[in-house]
Every structure is written in C-alpha cells, then in structure tokens.
C-alpha cells in the first residue's frame, strides 16, 4: 500500500546539533548515557543499578547514616530509596536500625557481607580500573570534576 520512508544512511557524527552542541543539559545527559552503558557492561551480570554503590559506598564512609540523610545527599526519592534498602538487607548488604530515642529515623550501615562487596568493588568505581573510562588525561578529569562539582553545589563538601 504505502511506500517506506526513503532515509539516507547517516552517520550520527554528520547529525547537525546546531546549538545543542553548548547545551549543558544536553551534554550532562549525553556522557551520562555513556557512563550508564559502561556501568552496564562491567556490571550488568551483577543485578547492579547506578548509583546503588555510592549507597553503599556513603554507608561504608558514614556508618548509621540517617536514610533520609543518605536519600537527600544522593538525590534519590524517597520511595526508590525505601525499595533499594529493601533489597539491600534481603541480599544481606546493609542493617537497618530504628532508634528508641527518634523512632521515625531508620539508621543504615553495611553489614560484614556489604562491607566485603565494597572492598571486593572498590577498584571498580575508583581509580585507574573504573569501569567508567573517559580517555581525559587526569588534568582534564580533575578539571572536569571540579567544574561538575561547582554546576551541582558540590564544591564547598570537596575532601582534600
């Protein structure tokens, strides 16, 4: 009946981003896709999301932290955060504890099987082996970071 579309084959390095190509958003959400995709390939096996390490990682860092403190610092929802805890303490990762003194705070902190998994992962989301590689010479990532880290209101919280 109707006739397909004619499209010319196009590489998307010919697409004309016109003033996307200074987007902030628009590039944000660009390396953002890559790094998602090489999160997904290193750890794709491992029923691992984004972004559920640094969880784990501020709880290896900050033991008892407040879930509405680790939600907050992270940006994370709070119904999302509620689902992941759960998770996490079925797979045995983290504790939770309510105060007798404030019984609306849940305390969380990782238990001795999630302190391995982030020693045992470390490597993995630091350093030379992250699975997150960006070919940046290690000027350019800590100028990348410190500009990401002042765009997000990161940078007065910066450790030496």
């Known amino acids: 009946m109707g006739q397909e579309p004619r499209l010319s084959p196009q590489l998307t390095e010919d697409v004309d981003l016109g ?15 890559r790094v998602y995709d090489q999160f997904y390939e290193r750890f794709g096996a491992d029923d691992l999301r984004p972004g559920e390490f640094s969880m784990l990682w501020l709880m290896h860092l900050n033991p008892g932290i407040k879930q509405g403190i680790l939600a907050q610092t992270l940006r994370i929802k709070p ?13 045995g990762l983290i504790e939770r504890e309510i105060p007798d ?19 045992a992962n470390k490597r993995n989301f630091f350093g030379e082996n992250a699975y997150n590689s960006h070919g940046l010479s290690a000027e350019e990532e800590a100028m990348l970071a410190h500009l990401l880290k002042r765009y997000a209101g990161l940078e007065a919280k910066e450790i030496p």
């Open 19 to 33: 003033e996307l190509n200074n987007s902030l958003g628009f590039l944000l959400r660009v390396a953002q896709v």
């Open 101 to 119: 003194h404030d019984r609306r705070s849940v305390l969380l902190k990782l238990t001795a099987k999630g302190e391995d998994f982030v020693a």
């Open 79 to 91: 119904a999302h955060m509620t689902k992941t805890v759960r998770r996490f303490e079925d797979q």
